[in-house]
């Protein structure tokens, strides 16, 4: 068999990551305008600021910051999710993190199927924030079963792409006519339907349980409900919005503006009410779909992300009825306790760096042995330079602000108490989700070697190194 005749996952995650768009810009015009606003925003911020330009250069992230965007749906049963991961996985995407909602009140668990090596995540970033309804924390055993009945009869994928998948599968890849119809048949999946699949009763009965428990139970599939690109600057772009003809939530989730932004920023434009065709021709309204902007910082070790949950957990009381400037003096105020500078950030390993050799020195048999303290000393005399990592994932307090924001009308309190149960989510799956720490912490201590390495002298021998 000839592999190379074979199209990368890679390449078929872009292709796939921009059809997705084209389709969304189609289905809700707004989003093309939320396109058009952030380039502008990048634009001028990568203008007026050669020094940004210069580290995105430098990391290898200008390249990837117009294709760059992430998009989420919902599933309704194990099944559909199962499929999904093995639909993710010819794309080159896999389940990294989980994400416990119930505590906020949203009925669901999540994960982010995304690229999870540097090269791939380099070529495009696409990730799926991807949510699994809890049936069980329906507390109603009949609209329970109601629900149930109603996803068992649906089949969110084209017959060809299951074929496809078999095929990828069996063959170990996806030749250039089947990746292109792959590409076709997958985005089916996620296209929007203004039929819905019960009649209006049943909707209005399970969107008093919870709006989103109709979002996914009431359609023929797992409608993409936004697309995110990532902003350089989200103050301009959360103050630009209504300029655009948007309008704005509340408030950025996330930490403050930082002088090193830490993690991931959020705003996003209100979801759109839809009219909807129910069964038995009724007329009524959805509303689920909605457009979001992201700016991503550097990646956290489990130290600072404990100390960037404590402070955010500080600033929660004054989230409420706040406008977003007061909400953002706060929240700078308390942030004032996280480092902002990226010396103090690695001293005290509070985030995570790719290191890279620029030369100047060479390695000495009496260097360091380990790697950790010879990497030190060497960032130190300027031999090599520590680049941040973008964080590539995203924040439970974050996507619970994201859900309730597009979520209004009366919904019942779910579960007051956290409910996580991963591995209930994983067994749907049917694989272990990747944790995002051990992810990053492998990017760091692999760059660490290859510094290392590249200012050996050719007569050391490399396996000194650990
Ligand atoms: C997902 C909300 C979470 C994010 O960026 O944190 C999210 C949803 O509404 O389905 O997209
Ligand atoms: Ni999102």
């Known amino acids: 068999m000839n592999d190379s005749a074979f199209v990368s996952s890679d390449e078929i995650r872009d292709r796939f990551s921009r059809a997705m768009s084209a389709m969304y810009q189609r289905e809700v015009p707004q989003y093309a305008a939320l396109l058009e606003l952030v380039a502008d925003?990048?634009?001028?911020?990568?203008?007026?600021?050669?020094?940004?330009?210069?580290?995105?250069?430098?990391?290898?992230?200008?390249?990837?910051?117009?294709?760059?965007?992430?998009?989420?749906?919902?599933?309704?049963?194990?099944?559909?999710?199962?499929?999904?991961?093995?639909?993710?996985?010819?794309?080159?995407?896999?389940?990294?993190?989980?994400?416990?909602?119930?505590?906020?009140?949203?009925?669901?668990?999540?994960?982010?199927?995304?690229?999870?090596?540097?090269?791939?995540?380099?070529?495009?970033?696409?990730?799926?924030?991807?949510?699994?309804?809890?049936?069980?924390?329906?507390?109603?055993?009949?609209?329970?079963?109601?629900?149930?009945?109603?996803?068992?009869?649906?089949?969110?994928?084209?017959?060809?792409?299951?074929?496809?998948?078999?095929?990828?599968?069996?063959?170990?890849?996806?030749?250039?006519?089947?990746?292109?119809?792959?590409?076709?048949?997958?985005?089916?999946?996620?296209?929007?339907?203004?039929?819905?699949?019960?009649?209006?009763?049943?909707?209005?009965?399970?969107?008093?349980?919870?709006?989103?428990?109709?979002?996914?139970?009431?359609?023929?599939?797992?409608?993409?409900?936004?697309?995110?690109?990532?902003?350089?600057?989200?103050?301009?772009?959360?103050?630009?919005?209504p300029d655009y003809g948007m309008t704005p939530k509340a408030v950025i989730e996330g930490p403050p503006a930082m002088t090193q932004p830490i993690l991931l920023r959020q705003t996003s434009f209100k979801a759109l009410e839809e009219s909807i065709r129910f069964a038995g021709e009724t007329e009524g309204r959805h509303t689920a779909r909605f457009g979001e902007i992201e700016q991503r910082g550097i990646a956290l070790t489990p130290e600072g992300r404990a100390l960037y949950d404590q402070l955010l957990a500080e600033a929660q009381s004054y989230k409420a009825d706040t406008s977003n400037e007061e909400y953002q003096t706060k929240l700078a105020e308390i942030f004032e306790r996280f480092p902002s500078d990226l010396k103090t950030l690695r001293n005290r390993k509070l985030a995570y760096f790719r290191y890279e050799a620029v030369g100047g020195v060479r390695l000495t048999a009496n260097a360091p042995t380990d790697n950790e303290s010879a990497v030190a000393a060497l960032v130190s005399s300027g031999a090599i330079v520590a680049h941040p990592i973008t964080y590539e994932d995203f924040l439970p307090v974050s996507a619970a602000g994201i859900f309730q924001s597009n979520l209004d009308g009366p919904t019942k309190s779910q579960s007051a108490a956290a409910n996580a149960n991963m591995a209930d989510l994983e067994a749907a799956l049917g694989v272990d989700i990747i944790d995002e720490f051990a992810l990053y912490a492998e990017m760091e201590v692999d760059s660490m070697r290859r510094a290392l390495i590249a200012l050996m002298p050719a007569d050391l021998e490399h396996d000194t190194l650990h």
């Not at 797992?222 to 103050?239: E, S, V």
């Open 41 to 241: 925003i990048n634009a001028r911020t990568l203008a007026d600021s050669p020094d940004l330009q210069a580290r995105l250069a430098a990391n290898g992230e200008l390249d990837r910051l117009a294709v760059e965007r992430h998009g989420a749906i919902r599933v309704g049963t194990a099944n559909e999710l199962g499929m999904l991961r093995r639909l993710f996985a010819v794309m080159g995407m896999a389940p990294v993190g989980y994400y416990d909602l119930s505590a906020a009140g949203v009925p669901v668990h999540s994960t982010a199927f995304r690229p999870v090596d540097e090269a791939a995540l380099q070529k495009n970033p696409f990730r799926l924030f991807t949510s699994l309804l809890r049936l069980d924390l329906i507390e109603d055993a009949e609209l329970r079963d109601r629900a149930i009945a109603i996803l068992d009869k649906r089949d969110i994928f084209t017959a060809g792409v299951r074929e496809l998948i078999d095929t990828f599968e069996s063959e170990g890849g996806l030749r250039e006519e089947e990746a292109e119809r792959f590409v076709a048949e997958a985005l089916e999946t996620f296209r929007w339907h203004e039929q819905a699949t019960v009649d209006y009763a049943t909707y209005l009965a399970l969107a008093a349980e919870h709006r989103l428990i109709a979002d996914v139970v009431c359609f023929r599939g797992p409608h993409i409900n936004h697309l995110t690109p990532r902003t350089l600057d989200i103050d301009a772009a959360q103050a630009a919005m």
